[in-house]
């Protein structure tokens, strides 16, 4: 028993219903503007059209923050669309163009008032943080905006940890937060109608977001009570958590999804991603973790009985989009968890798929025994270990084009899954789009941040 996903067409509508609203609110939003500026508009003189414009570049930048929380809400409808991976591209473009609108607006606001009144520039900005309505809250709101974006640079976020990088745009609520009372009661949105309709508008989204991303996993927790049952060592430097509870034939997952956890331990309590590395089985979920950092390298002192938080199932990388019945997997290192899950499942419906692991070493191989199990049950399922040191029996060096050809030649016909680090992945992506392969048969999700 699984999920059923919807047909290509009901997606379709699906996402054209999501386009839809989103471009419905763009005009409201610019029609809500004109009723409420058309003043400005209309007598452009004096600075008047620099505050119309002031005003709704200010508009335009609380709906994309909207917008923002709507990506990273993890509101499932919007999710299995998607997919995490697409999200999170879209989310970080939009956060650049958040921090255009909210420089632009300010300074829009602060020229147009300033030739409107004749005074200096810094007299009118001072004025504002001074006397204008919650004026003084914005700015240090635009500043937290700007840092959390900051950081999100990709040469920045690099050099962060994930730890840091989290607690850190935690800091967008509260920017939120401080701007709330000057976005409510000024400018375009005193009252009537365009003032409910930015409340419906905040609250509906602050309500969504709130709803899947805190509420569901806590209602989940209650109905399935998770806990560590066992934490198993695979590998030198990798863990795999048994998690089990109450009621666990109803939790459905596909192979190939992944969960967000929350340990309720003191040390462990922030949410980090990781994909099942089993098969739904009725009974409890497996987590193979690799320690490379701070909080996957606490995986092996978790006791049995312990809490823990789960949010999902997620993503997109399942054997439901497939268009073809047969199958490349091309894995590096831990990146074989999801598609360790999704070959038991194929080996169990006798489906025929290739992997090529990449691994630095014999020691580094994670779920030896398991793969050869599963080509044992399944001959179907033939396992291709790459080494990068040279070790009889193995072939060695890089998954390259070369030994996609020679050891999955008729690559062209199979659909390809991709799991493994980032620079792996975008080489894997290169060779098969240099070999001519349709880029419509490559899935594979990106989790890091």
């Not at 005074?119 to 840092?147: M, P, R």
């Not at 730890?163 to 009537?192: N, R």
């Not at 049952?229 to 863990?239: P, R, S």
């Not at 739904?280 to 973790?289: A, K, Q, V």
Request: charged residues 15%; aromatic residues 16%.
């Amino acid at each position: 028993m699984g999920l059923h996903f919807a047909r290509p067409s009901t997606i379709t509508i699906k996402k054209f219903l999501v386009f839809f609203i989103f471009f419905a609110n763009i005009i409201v939003i610019f029609w809500l503007w004109w009723s409420k500026s058309h003043y400005y508009i209309q007598n452009p003189a004096d600075g008047n059209l620099i505050i119309a414009l002031g005003r709704i570049t200010g508009l335009l930048a609380e709906y994309f923050i909207l917008t923002q929380l709507i990506l990273i809400g993890r509101i499932r409808p919007i999710e299995h669309l998607w997919g995490f991976d697409r999200l999170n591209k879209l989310h970080r473009f939009i956060g650049y163009s958040v921090v255009t609108f909210l420089l632009i607006h300010p300074l829009l606001l602060t020229v147009g008032y300033a030739q409107s009144y004749g005074v200096s520039y810094l007299s009118q900005f001072g004025d504002f943080l001074a006397n204008k309505n919650g004026v003084f809250l914005s700015f240090f709101s635009v500043v937290l905006f700007i840092f959390v974006i900051f950081i999100s640079i990709a040469i920045v976020r690099r050099k962060l940890r994930y730890e840091t990088w989290y607690f850190t745009h935690l800091l967008t609520y509260l920017a939120i937060g401080l701007a709330v009372k000057h976005q409510l009661g000024t400018g375009d949105l005193q009252g009537g109608w365009p003032l409910y309709y930015w409340y419906v508008l905040n609250f509906g989204v602050f309500g969504l977001m709130l709803t899947y991303r805190f509420v569901r996993p806590l209602v989940r927790f209650a109905y399935h009570r998770f806990i560590v049952e066992k934490v198993v060592q695979e590998t030198y430097d990798t863990w795999s958590i048994y998690i089990s509870g109450k009621n666990m034939e109803h939790f459905i997952f596909e192979a190939g999804q992944y969960i967000n956890i929350t340990v309720l331990r003191k040390d462990m309590w922030y949410t980090h991603p990781f994909s099942f590395s089993a098969a739904y089985n009725g009974n409890s979920i497996r987590l193979t973790i690799k320690a490379l950092g701070d909080y996957t390298k606490k995986i092996a002192t978790l006791q049995p009985g312990t809490h823990v938080i789960v949010d999902g199932p997620l993503g997109l990388f399942t054997e439901e989009r497939a268009d073809r019945e047969k199958f490349l997997f091309i894995a590096g290192g831990i990146g074989i968890t999801p598609i360790r899950a999704m070959l038991e499942t194929l080996a169990f419906e006798k489906k025929d798929a290739i992997l090529l692991y990449g691994n630095k070493s014999e020691r580094d191989i994670t779920f030896k025994q398991e793969l050869d199990a599963i080509h044992e049950y399944a001959p179907t399922i033939v396992v291709r270990h790459i080494l990068g040191t040279p070790t009889p029996g193995y072939e060695s060096g890089f998954i390259d084009k070369e030994k996609i050809v020679r050891l999955a030649p008729d690559f062209y016909t199979r659909e390809v899954y991709l799991c493994g680090p980032p620079v792996m992945m975008n080489l894997m992506v290169g060779h098969l789009k240099g070999l001519g392969f349709d880029a419509h048969h490559i899935h594979y999700e990106k989790f890091s941040f």
